[in-house]
């Protein structure tokens, strides 16, 4: 918003201090044509959350010793339940008496 210039003390050839209905007209228009700007700025949140976050080695290693727990997880329950690759495979015998 653009708000006048005013000093304490009357210098030459300065302009006056404007007027209480000057100064309401003036930010009467500013905040008649104000627009949101088009969406979050994700670039300075992205910088922020990045400064108040953890360090990226700490989630790494998070993420790693999740995804392990998650397939060894898998492997198990799928060995016990025999489902998927790990059930025993149909064997067709065919005896010939």
Do not use: C
Not at 44 to 65: H, K
Request: glycine residues 8%; charged residues 20%; aromatic residues 8%.
């Amino acid at each position: 918003m653009k708000v006048p210039y005013v000093e304490d003390k009357a210098t030459r050839g300065g302009q006056n201090t404007p007027s209480e209905a000057d100064v309401s007209r003036m930010i009467r228009a500013e905040v008649e044509t104000w627009k949101p700007r088009r969406g979050p700025d994700w670039s300075d949140m992205m910088v922020r959350l990045a400064a108040a976050g953890p360090a990226p080695w700490v989630i790494y290693t998070t993420a790693s010793a999740a995804l392990v727990v998650i397939i060894v997880t898998a492997f198990l329950l799928g060995s016990w339940f025999q489902i998927g690759g790990l059930a025993p495979q149909p064997v067709q015998i065919h005896v010939h008496h």
